[in-house]
């Protein structure tokens, strides 16, 4: 199983321009979360799907977009990259939560940078 | 709202000395606990968990962590640090109804000759 997979692995983007990363699951999972991660800054939750079709936003969801393709993959959409997007995201995956959040599983991550 | 304190963003140790990571949390009720690492250019892998079964948990590369309630905490150790400890390590919590994990801020693991 590979888990968790992103494409790109890195990016460099002007600003304005418009890029989506890509996420797939193979573990059957039904929720799936992008993060972005800064230094000091520990990880920031951008949006999140608790299962195929629904889609909520996250601690730091502006600048953003998302798509729940269906069950196995999860894209983010920066429409119009800025400078303060220069970071490393993540995606994961769970099982569906029943009373509380579990385990997540994490891919390799893409690190982005905006000029 | 549920708050994640990871104490010292950086801590340094010697080789084959204890490592001791701390990790507090503000919950009233005993939430799941989580410690995860995250090695140099690779994404987070969970080392442990707590899941109000057993107070001490055993977690994968020698790692155990403890939950006290009384002290809200849930620190992580290792007997005998390792040069491939060296590695950023993340506690994360999850409050009853709450469908999201809480993280803290991460501590940097450095690990001396």
């Known amino acids: 199983n590979a888990g968790v997979t992103q494409t790109p692995k890195f990016q460099v983007l002007k600003t304005g321009q418009s890029m989506t990363l890509q996420c797939a699951q193979d573990m059957n999972h039904n929720s799936m979360y992008w993060y972005r991660q800064d230094p000091g800054m520990g990880l920031r939750l951008i949006y999140y799907s608790a299962s195929e079709g629904t889609t909520d936003k996250g601690e730091v969801p502006n600048g953003y977009n998302v798509s729940r393709l269906n069950k196995r993959e999860f894209s983010l959409r920066l429409e119009s990259a800025a400078p303060s997007q220069t970071s490393v995201y993540f995606c994961?995956?769970?099982?569906?939560?029943?009373?509380?959040?579990?385990?997540?599983?994490f891919g390799p991550g893409t690190r982005l940078t905006v000029l | 709202a549920q708050s994640v304190t990871q104490l010292g963003s950086h801590v340094s140790v010697s080789e084959g000395a204890l490592v001791l990571l701390r990790c507090n949390y503000s919950?009233?009720?005993?939430?799941?606990l989580f410690w995860y690492v995250q090695y140099p250019n690779q994404g987070l892998q969970l080392l442990l968990k707590?899941?109000?079964?057993a107070t001490l948990v055993k977690g994968i590369n020698g790692f155990e962590a403890e939950f006290k309630k009384s002290e809200t905490s849930f620190h992580l150790t290792k007997p005998s640090a390792h040069m491939s400890d060296a590695a950023e390590y993340f506690c994360?919590?999850?409050?009853?109804?709450?469908?999201?994990?809480?993280w803290g801020a991460g501590t940097k693991l450095i690990i001396k000759p």
């Open positions: 994360a919590v999850s409050d009853w109804g709450n469908y999201q994990l809480i």
């Open positions: 994961a995956s769970s099982e569906v939560p029943t009373q509380r959040a579990d385990t997540q599983y």
């Open positions: 919950s009233s009720v005993p939430p799941y």
């Open positions: 707590y899941t109000s079964a």
